[in-house]
């Protein structure tokens, strides 16, 4: 059997000469482990008197203390020597071009709401949110439109049951602002509606915005001069415009509002007029009073001409393609 001190010796040769983390740690679990040879030096003395057991095993302690130190010290030497081939190996190419952050941008009918809401709030409109859950009496019944009126089949409506529907235009919020609120008033409510109908330019939910002015003698001239400059305003001034009579249940004197494209087509984008005596009734405005006028601008029809889009099912495809076009100023 060997001394003490060349067993110490060889150990600590064998940690010099290691190399490899795996082996320090076969290293380690021999001479310091369980089953460490230093257990066969200790029952070698087992017939030694107390004091001499007692001085040989604190040599045996300080030495594996010892060889503790030195495997930890080898063990950090490894690590270093591993870390740096490492970074050697994994460097870093500055000069490969980063990976590029990609922006979101506003869906084109959020931007064009955002845009129309500016227009109206320079003009002394307040913007206004509203449920999507009508009632008849809201959406129909108050606007002049009772059971049986042929304007009711045309709205191919979402019934939830006898009275509760998805509202099929926001002119519902006429009624609701007009009971809440005493004239003079001027107000828009943008928002969805819904509609039973798809093909290229009907979805069974698309975007309207409302508009409303109650005041002492409102008329016609001033609804066709807050259009008109409300256009010129989103498209530019060269765009065409086309006033054109039309009917409404709830307003007298009504008209809708087309663009004329480069190929001299009409292309609908709003239907407006002066609110009917019978609604102001309805919401206990005396008309004789106070006169109003009302419109109702399809927001995606406004979006398709100004983007050019010719199907308007891809504003809700959720095509990233599509959406990745818009960029605004
Ligand atoms: N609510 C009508 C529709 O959805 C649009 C409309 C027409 C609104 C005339 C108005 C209006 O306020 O005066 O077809």
């Given amino acids: 059997m060997l001394t003490l001190n060349e067993l110490f010796n060889n150990i600590k040769i064998d940690i010099k000469n290691a190399n490899k983390i795996k082996e320090l740690e076969q290293i380690r679990i021999k001479y310091l482990g369980k089953k460490s040879i230093f257990n066969t030096y200790m029952r070698s003395i087992k017939d030694c008197s107390f004091q001499e057991k007692k001085k040989y095993s604190m040599i045996i302690n300080e030495i594996k203390k010892d060889i503790f130190y030195k495997i930890d010290e080898k063990n950090k030497i490894l690590n270093k020597v591993l870390l740096n081939k490492r970074i050697k190996a994994e460097k870093i190419d500055i000069s490969l071009p980063g990976r590029r952050t990609e922006y979101g941008v506003l869906h084109p009918i959020t931007h064009t709401i955002n845009d129309i809401k500016i227009f109206f709030s320079k003009l002394g409109f307040q913007a206004i949110n509203s449920p999507e859950i009508e009632d008849e009496y809201h959406n129909f019944d108050a606007l002049n439109i009772p059971k049986n009126h042929p304007a009711r089949d045309s709205h191919d409506t979402f019934w939830f049951d006898n009275n509760r529907l998805l509202r099929t235009q926001t ?159």
């Fill in 171 to 329: 002119s519902s919020m006429q009624i609701r602002i007009m009971k809440k609120e005493k004239p003079p008033m001027r107000f828009i409510f943008p928002g969805k509606v819904y509609r039973n109908d798809y093909d290229i330019t009907h979805t069974p939910m698309f975007h309207q915005i409302e508009g409303l002015i109650v005041d002492r003698n409102i008329n016609f001239s001033n609804l066709k001069w807050m259009i008109y400059n409300f256009l010129y305003n989103f498209f530019g001034k060269n765009i065409s415009i086309k006033f054109r009579p039309s009917y409404f249940p709830f307003t007298v004197l009504s008209a809708e509002v087309d663009i004329i494209n480069d190929h001299s087509e009409a292309l609908e984008i709003l239907g407006c007029g002066m609110v009917h005596p019978k609604v102001l009734k309805n919401v206990n405005i005396d008309s004789t009073l106070y006169s109003a006028c009302a419109f109702g601008i399809g927001i995606e029809r406004l979006a398709m001409i100004r983007y050019g889009i010719s199907d308007l099912r891809s504003f809700f495809e959720n095509d990233i393609k599509f959406l990745k076009q818009f960029k605004y100023n």
